[in-house]
T-cell receptor, first 112, second 118 residues
Framework: NAGVTQTPKFQVLKTGQSMTLQCAQD?????MYWYRQDPGMGLRLIYY???????DKGEVPNGYNVSRLNKREFSLRLESAAPSQTSVYFC???????????FGPGTRLTVT | AQTVTQSQPEMSVQEAETVTLSCTYD???????LFWYKQPPSRQMILVIR??????QNATENRFSVNFQKAAKSFSLKISDSQLGDAAMYFC???????????????FGSGTRLLVRP
């Protein structure tokens, strides 16, 4: 099992450009998440998908959109990147209420 | 809303000694889970230990143990016999259990950087 995979690992964007961060899990997990990590602030939830076909906003959703393409894949889109979106982005997934969240390796995004 | 607070931005420990990282949280729920995650320079988030709120016994995993004080809403991590490989950021995290919130989302503290001196 590859677990949770994310592409790309690194990305540099110019202000106003768009891009999609990809996430996939091969553990047949039901719920998937996107977090961002900024210095000194821990991880904060952007969006999540409790099950295939549903998505909901987290703590910091502004400037992002998500798609739960199927049970395996959950993508995060930045339509018009801003320097404030410079961060490390983590995708995670979980099977059910009693299990743990598994995290991907993260994507370091810089917006200039 | 639930919150998690880690008041120690950085801690230092001598190799082979013991260190305790602090975490407090705030919630009105009675059923929840608490976690400690380790983040080494590789950035990977690694689960160190978890505690179910309904369990009175403190969780242990080899050299890692917790002191869970439910009434005080405190959840500290003790690392015994510290090793160089323990050097990392450590995050405390909270998750609701049963109830209306079925998102299973994690709420993180701001982290504690642990330095291990050889």
């Amino acid at each position: 099992n590859a677990g949770v995979t994310q592409t790309p690992k690194f990305q540099v964007l110019k202000t106003g450009q768009s891009m999609t961060l990809q996430c996939a899990q091969d553990m047949n997990h039901n719920s998937m998440y996107w977090y961002r990590q900024d210095p000194g602030m821990g991880l904060r939830l952007i969006y999540y998908s409790a099950s295939e076909g549903t998505t909901d906003k987290g703590e910091v959703p502004n400037g992002y959109n998500v798609s739960r393409l199927n049970k395996r894949e959950f993508s995060l889109r930045l339509e018009s990147a801003a320097p404030s979106q410079t961060s490390v982005y983590f995708c995670a997934s979980i099977l059910d209420r009693v299990s743990e969240q598994y995290f991907g390796p993260g994507t370091r995004l810089t917006v200039t | 809303a639930q919150t998690v607070t880690q008041s120690q931005p950085e801690m230092s420990v001598q190799e082979a000694e013991t260190v305790t990282l602090s975490c407090t949280y705030d919630t009105s729920e009675s059923d929840y889970y608490l976690f400690w995650y380790k983040q080494p320079p590789s950035r990977q988030m690694i689960l160190v230990i978890r505690q179910e709120a309904y369990k009175q016994q403190n969780a242990t995993e080899n050299r890692f143990s917790v002191n869970f004080q439910k009434a005080a809403k405190s959840f500290s991590l003790k690392i015994s016999d510290s090793q160089l490989g323990d050097a990392a950021m450590y995050f405390c995290a909270y998750r609701n259990g049963f109830g209306l919130d079925s998102s299973y989302k994690l709420i993180f503290g701001s982290g504690t950087r642990l330095l291990v001196r050889p």
